[in-house]
């Protein structure tokens, strides 16, 4: 299940000083010289040959601290916190570098690793300016962690005065504030190697050396998707979301204002590790009271327009198919991309803009439920739109950029006005003096209150295939999905392999066209029997092979549809989550994300977008033309921008 | 001309040591190397037939030979007189080196001050190409091809560290690599690479021209052969000088005319200070290791000047990469300064001398692990000297 490192995949873009080298390993585990015979602090292990000396003292039990390292990526040697000594070696070695090729004796905290560990970490806090006090990093930072660790009690080598560096706002999402960069690159190597973006990049040299972008742009000026990976893997406060509490606070206590809040599925599943829950404990009833007792009026399901995402997308799809396949109409080209994940569509806008057209039209959930708020909701309840003040809570740094986009405005106003992080939403319970696992669980509120199970598995890479294949799958053989996927979980979709390839078999026994769409396709005779060929990627540097291989003509080119998400693991993934991230945290989360779209079904409750009560109301009473239809049209779906490489 | 004394390389007969390394196989190339007893002439002192020997024993259907021509060692510019003079002993010996090791491409790598060389070590090259030196079975050796290429260096000191100049190549920014594994083994593009000084190469000819016995003869029992300095400083004959290894510091000096200097920094900024009493020590691995520069200061010479211009070039001219490296020279700079106020305690004093060793065993690379020498060397024998500044204050 678990995510490869780039660097050990063999397409590692980061240059070479900045991986370990890889020792390549007899073929046969079992051949002579495959296990070497290791001892650390006076304990013997075997490990394979090449293993890292810090991997073999983790096996051990053996705690090294690391700054530059992280789990998700390559191997940069370049903190040297991690140093440790070799018997018969001159200098002390990056233990996280280091490959075990022979028997060595190794020495993790000897006189001269302390030391050199302690002068390291004040060096460090030499250059780096900012109070604790004073940083959202605050109680949860790698380097004030390791200054702890080593007992420093004061600045040995003295402390910056005043900041050197203008801190960049120009971002919707991303704040980058090199004062308190420690040039661990780890932003670096999460940018080229995670998500194959390259925004950021160190120049300079000597004690001029920075973390940069393309020119020293603002960060708002360059190529950047805003998915925020950065933030996740920085060890300081250096990168951080653009923070809006400040303003959904103001407008909690004007009383003239109506203000919402949307929740998606991913931060239920995360926001317990900012109250010191262990990953994988999902809080959605518990975090439904804390919102409210924060002041919002209202607290709705993003699970919801998740739902209407999926008859929307997947109406889009039949047409698609229908068109393109049946009347050979080549503008409605396949396959068909999703859209809802904010990271990735900037990314195709920059990367790939000549394949806009593949790209569902369908908004993400949260602008849909951005529009529908100030419309259906507004008229519902006789409230003026422009007095609603609507929040998304998202895992996602992106949706911040996402909700700014001069093309959300087609309720008249800003369709949704601020997006919150996972993290900030936290800080926000904190200061209401809210202990969130204490919290009562509470229901959402209505009309958008019921969703379903297929809503929140959106929140996990192969998420909205899943959900959409369940919709499709009995809309076409009009039989419950659950007689061809038992639970109807659709296994062969899940899983976190960077890039997936599925087939799935419609059946030769087709249904009735369902009344919602039967405006669009006749009958189902021409996809019977059919073999339906889909596609997930999370990452995008994943997202960049599939897209290659689309280029070349490969098997991803023969697909109908693919998901993208442009975080790893997907939405719980996101750049908005809670700090730290690994592939087991979101492994842990994912699960959780499972687990209660597996409640849904024991529940009672809808697990399929289509069974949604309250979706099908809405089509009822609203979106009257259908999914696909005029209305839809103008509130549910968007266009897009080819932006190419061009920096303003 | 800045040729002091006799070169032994002006006598070596051009392409006379590749003719007799063709005639051996590979085993016997490296074999006679091996046996010379010659370490890496720019300072670090690796043996080089051990090197060569582990480039052809490791696996890979293709392989390179560099040259690091990237001389950017302050007080260093013996480079610079045998690419000028002896270009083709460089290149014969980087042939040789291919040959030994299986390389069929060799790249010299040019630091970019030493762009006016480069059209004279072109012509050669063409010269060579045209006379089947290097080219298509070279001297109708059969399976033995072998052309060099030059690459500009952009003036990166960082980039005579091997690692950091094979990442230059490829393109990257220079900065040194994670090892082990070595070059030899993982070098240009993952394939096993051999980075040798200009000087070595040109030595690896003479030694095939005139045989591991005439080379051994030369120096001492650990460090064989002759030497080229780079003689600099308070001195009234400065340049490139040849001495067998084993000279004794004052020799040098007599010879340049610095007899009456105080202290020579050996093997450049990120070499290390030798006070007067010790002049009698020799220039050998065993003693004092030096890739050729020897800078003399003079008795009026401010020693904490010295050291302050030394760390201004390594906080100016660290990569950045690893933190002991990148900061802690910024810190030694501000302490030279601290001293030349008089504001620096002795404890603190005490406190960077410990930096300066965290740096020489927890930097990255080279840089970084030979930066502190020079100021640690200078507060260690000129301790009273550095110590006695008064404070501006107490001036008034």
């Known amino acids: 299940m678990s995510q490869k490192n780039p660097c050990t995949e063999g397409d590692c873009r980061t240059p070479t000083s900045q991986r370990p080298q890889v020792v390549p ?106 109070e604790c006090y004073s940083c959202f990093r605050n109680n949860n930072c790698e380097l004030q962690s390791l200054a702890k660790e080593y007992g420093v009690d004061f600045f040995r080598f003295g402390h910056p005065e005043k900041p050197l560096y203008k801190v960049d706002r120009s971002s919707y999402s991303v704040v980058r504030d090199m004062n308190k960069c420690v040039l661990c690159r780890r932003c670096v190597r999460t940018c080229i190697d995670v998500q194959e973006v390259g925004a950021l990049e160190a120049v300079g040299r000597g004690n001029r050396t920075t973390i940069s972008t393309y020119l020293d742009k603002p960060l708002g000026d360059v190529v950047c998707i805003n998915c925020g990976q950065c933030i996740n893997r920085c060890p300081t406060g250096a990168l951080r979301a653009n923070d809006p509490t400040d303003e959904v606070w103001a407008a909690i206590d004007d009383p003239t204002k109506h203000v919402v809040i949307q929740t998606a599925p991913s931060p239920r599943a995360a926001i317990g590790e900012e109250f010191g829950i262990e990953p994988g404990v999902p809080m959605t009833w518990e975090m439904n009271t804390a919102l409210r007792r924060c002041g919002f009026d209202k607290v709705f399901d993003t699970n919801f327009t998740a739902d209407l995402t999926i008859i929307e997308e997947g109406t889009e799809l039949i047409v698609r198919l229908y068109k393109n396949l049946v009347q050979g109409d080549a503008s409605r080209p396949l396959p068909q991309f999703t859209s809802c994940s904010p990271g990735w569509v900037k ?91 204490e919290m009562p669980k509470s229901d959402f509120d209505d009309p958008f209150g019921t969703a379903s199970g297929s809503g929140v598995i959106f929140g996990v890479t192969g998420g909205v295939m899943e959900a959409a294949l369940r919709s499709v799958i009995e809309f076409v053989s009009g039989k ?64 960049r092979k599939v897209m290659e291989d689309i280029k070349a003509g490969g098997k991803f080119s023969e697909c109908h549809f693919i998901e ?26 994912a699960r959780a994300i499972y687990q209660e779209d597996a409640a849904y079904g024991k529940a009672g409750k809808a697990r399929k977008s289509h069974e949604n009560p309250a979706v099908l109301r809405l089509y009822s009473e609203f979106l009257t033309d259908g999914p696909c239809g005029h209305r839809a049209h103008k509130l549910l779906h968007t266009h897009y921008t080819p932006r190419g490489k061009w920096i303003g | 001309m800045t040729i002091r004394n006799d070169m032994t390389l002006a006598s070596i007969q051009t392409n006379a040591g590749l003719t007799a390394a063709l005639k051996m196989d590979r085993a016997g190339v490296i074999g006679a190397i091996r046996s010379s007893g010659m370490k890496g002439r720019g300072g670090a002192g690796f043996p080089t037939g051990v090197k060569w020997n582990l480039a052809a024993a490791a696996q890979g259907a293709v392989k390179y030979v560099v040259c690091n021509a990237d001389e950017g060692e302050p007080g260093t510019f013996k480079d610079r007189v045998i690419l000028s003079e002896w270009p083709d002993l460089v290149f014969e010996g980087m042939t040789i080196a291919a040959y030994a090791i299986g390389a069929a491409e060799g790249i010299l790598y040019l630091r970019g001050e030493y762009t006016y060389l480069r059209q004279g070590l072109e012509n050669c090259l063409a010269r060579r190409r045209q006379a089947n030196l290097l080219g298509q079975r070279i001297q109708g050796k059969d399976g033995f091809c072998f052309d060099v290429r030059i690459h500009m260096g952009c003036g990166a000191y960082v980039c005579g560290e091997e690692t950091a ?75 490139v000088y040849e001495f067998p290894m084993g000279t004794t510091l004052r020799e040098v000096l007599k010879a340049a005319g610095g007899e009456n200097a105080k202290a020579v920094v050996i093997g450049g900024a990120s070499g290390y200070c030798v006070p007067a009493e010790q002049f009698s020590r020799a220039i050998s691995y065993e003693d004092m290791a030096t890739g050729g520069a020897v800078i003399v200061f003079g008795p009026d010479r401010d020693m904490l000047e010295a050291a302050e211009n030394f760390l201004e070039f390594f906080a100016d001219e660290s990569c950045g990469q690893c933190t002991p490296c990148r900061i802690g020279n910024v810190r030694l700079l501000e302490g030279v300064r601290m001293l030349q106020r008089g504001e620096c305690s002795t404890k603190y004093l005490h406190e960077l001398c410990a930096l300066g060793q965290t740096m020489q065993i927890a930097s990255k690379c080279g840089l970084g692990q030979s930066s502190p020498n020079a100021f640690l060397s200078i507060v260690k024998h000129f301790r009273h000297e550095i110590l006695g500044r008064t404070p501006a204050s107490a001036e008034a």
């Open chain 1, 347 to 437: 990314y195709i806008e920059h990367f790939y803009p000549e394949y806009l057209p593949h790209v569902s039209t369908c908004k993400s959930p949260q602008q849909m439920f951005g529009s529908l708020i100030k419309t259906w909701y507004a008229r519902m309840n006789d409230l003026d739109p422009a007095n609603i003040v609507s929040v998304a809570l998202m895992p996602c740094s992106a949706k911040k950029f996402e909700c700014n986009r001069p093309e959300m405005c087609d309720s008249g106003c800003k369709d949704v006005d601020y997006g919150l992080t996972t993290r900030e939403l936290a800080q926000m319970i904190r200061e209401a003096g809210i202990h969130l696992p």
């Open chain 1, 564 to 589: 993208f998400m442009a975080c790893p693991g997907g939405c719980l993934g996101g750049g908005g989550q809670p700090i730290p991230t690994s592939p087991a945290i979101r492994q842990a989360r």
């Open chain 2, 165 to 239: 100049l094979i990442e230059s190549l490829e393109g990257h920014r220079g900065e040194a690599r994670n090892r082990p594994p070595f070059p030899v083994n993982t070098g240009f593009q993952g394939a096993p690479t051999i980075v040798n000084n200009v000087e070595t190469f040109a030595w690896a000819a003479a030694i095939c021209a005139k045989g591991a016995d005439w080379f051994k003869a030369i120096g001492t029992e650990k460090s064989t052969g002759p030497k080229m300095l780079s003689v600099s400083g308070d001195v009234t004959r400065p340049g």
């Open chain 1, 25 to 130: 390993a007899p073929e046969a585990g079992d051949a002579i010289g495959s296990m070497i015979a290791v001892t650390i602090d006076d304990h013997r292990i075997k490990v394979p040959l090449g293993t890292t000396i810090l991997e073999a003292a983790r096996q051990l039990g053996i705690h090294i601290p690391t700054l530059c390292h992280h789990d998700d990526l390559c191997v940069a040697g370049v903190c040297r916190v991690c140093v440790v000594e070799v018997e018969g070696q001159r200098t002390l070695q990056a233990s996280c570098a280091y490959p075990i090729t022979q028997p060595i004796v190794i020495r993790t905290h000897t006189r001269k690793v302390r030391q050199a560990r302690r002068h390291i970490i004040d060096l460090l806090l030499s250059e780096h300016s900012g």
């Open chain 1, 480 to 543: 419950k999905v659950e007689s061809f996927y038992e639970h109807a979980d659709i296994i062969p979709v899940r899983g976190f392999e960077g890039c997936r390839y599925v087939e799935l078999h419609i059946p030769e026994e087709v249904g009735p066209v369902p009344e919602l769409i039967a405006h669009l396709v006749p009958d189902w005779n021409w996809i019977k029997g059919a073999t339906l060929k889909v596609g997930v990627a999370h990452g995008t540097a994943n997202a």
